[in-house]
């Protein structure tokens, strides 16, 4: 397929090698760096990969020959994320799109996807996070196409040296202890039940089942889906009786200075007695004793009970960023 907008072509993302993409890739890089303090890298590794073995559904934006952006998707069963756009903003030789800047050559790769997936008949859900774009960038022609639009914000700790490490001072029948790769299963129920009637799990629908939140862990856990998985500073609470979970903190490493908080819950029966508190301390102090210089999250704008919770812990608002669902025979 081969289409034009402006002057800028648009490609199937398949027909093209890694190493084209890799001033792209590079320049996206720097800018997960410098707005989220991210290291790219290892995602970046992993999306050649894909493109090298000509597996990601998606398409590249190409201008005087050369690759200046692209945007991709995934496939889970019925539904498609769209996993990332970015573009090279103008260079003085023209290398970055003749059509302007980087934003009207990402809106016109989206634009490629959008029609792609809408005339898919197996497509019947598309969500996507662009988490490096600001709120607002692309919200316009997400919802011109159908999309429901969720503001979400990227909150940032800053960890300091004085620290001491929080005390767990729980009742008897509660057990604090780091993670452990056999909590996968309680830690999905407990997602399942945590997430019920919640407006994440509006933006995500892995979280309305206990199956889909497995499959949520498994990516976190096992294959680096949000930064490299901390067991270190990923803890759990449990419910000595039942076994089962009542709360937990996962952790990643998104880069040498940085720690992100990629999941936080606690189970209805156990709320407002501290125990998210008292997660997110001890998750923070873990990090602190890594080297980390901050620990970060991410948290949908409705969540107010969460927002306050963070801000009173010390999270700022450092960026935001939009949220975007599509579901087939319902209308924004
Ligand atoms: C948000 C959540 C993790 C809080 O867990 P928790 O253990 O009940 O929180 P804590 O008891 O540690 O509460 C700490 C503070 O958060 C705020 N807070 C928590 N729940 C609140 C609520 N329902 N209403 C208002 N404020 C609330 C309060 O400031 C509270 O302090 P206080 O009890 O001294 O007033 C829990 O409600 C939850 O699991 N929600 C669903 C999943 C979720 O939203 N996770 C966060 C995604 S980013």
Redesign the pocket.
């Known amino acids: 397929m081969q289409t034009s907008g402006g002057s800028v072509e648009i490609l199937d993302l398949r027909h093209f090698a890694a190493p084209v993409l890799r001033p792209v890739l590079e320049a996206e890089g720097e800018l997960w760096e410098q707005r989220l303090h991210w290291d790219y890298h290892a995602s970046s590794r992993l999306l050649m990969q894909y493109i090298d073995n000509h597996m990601l559904p998606g398409y590249a934006a190409l201008a005087s020959g050369r690759v200046t952006g692209y945007v991709f998707c995934v496939y889970e069963e019925t539904k498609a994320v769209i996993g990332d756009v970015f573009a090279l903003p103008c260079t003085p030789d023209g290398a970055g799109g003749a059509s302007g800047s980087a934003n009207s050559t990402e809106e016109t790769l989206l634009r490629h996807l959008f029609e792609l997936l809408l005339n898919s008949p197996h497509v019947e859900r598309i969500e996507s996070q662009l988490l490096l774009h600001p709120s607002g960038a692309y919200a316009g022609i997400f919802r011109e196409a159908g999309f429901h639009i969720f503001r979400r914000l990227f909150l940032v700790q800053t960890l300091q040296g004085q620290w001491s490490p929080p005390q767990p001072d729980l009742p008897a029948n509660l057990e604090f202890r780091h993670w452990r790769e056999a909590d996968l299963a309680p830690a999905a129920r407990l997602i399942c039940e945590?997430?019920r009637d919640?407006p994440?799990s509006l933006i995500n629908d892995q979280y309305r089942s206990v199956h889909g939140s497995m499959r949520f862990l498994n990516n976190i856990v096992h294959y680096a889906g949000c930064g490299s998985f901390s067991a270190q500073s990923s803890y759990v609470i449990v419910e000595r009786a039942s076994r089962e979970l009542a709360?937990l903190v996962l952790g990643s490493r998104v880069s040498g200075q940085s720690g992100h908080?990629t999941?936080?819950?606690?189970?209805?029966a156990?709320?407002?007695?501290?125990?998210?508190?008292?997660?997110?301390a001890q998750a923070a102090f873990s990090f602190m004793r890594m080297g980390a210089a901050e620990v970060s999250?991410?948290?949908?704008e409705a969540?107010?009970?969460?927002i306050?919770?963070?801000k009173?812990e010390g999270y700022q608002c450092a960026h935001s960023f939009d949220a975007a669902v599509w579901e087939r025979g319902t209308t924004a």
């Open positions: 945590a997430y919640h994440d709360a908080l999941q936080v819950c606690v189970h209805p156990f709320r407002r007695r501290g125990l998210a508190r008292l997660l997110l999250l991410t948290v949908t969540n107010s009970e969460a306050g919770l963070y009173d």
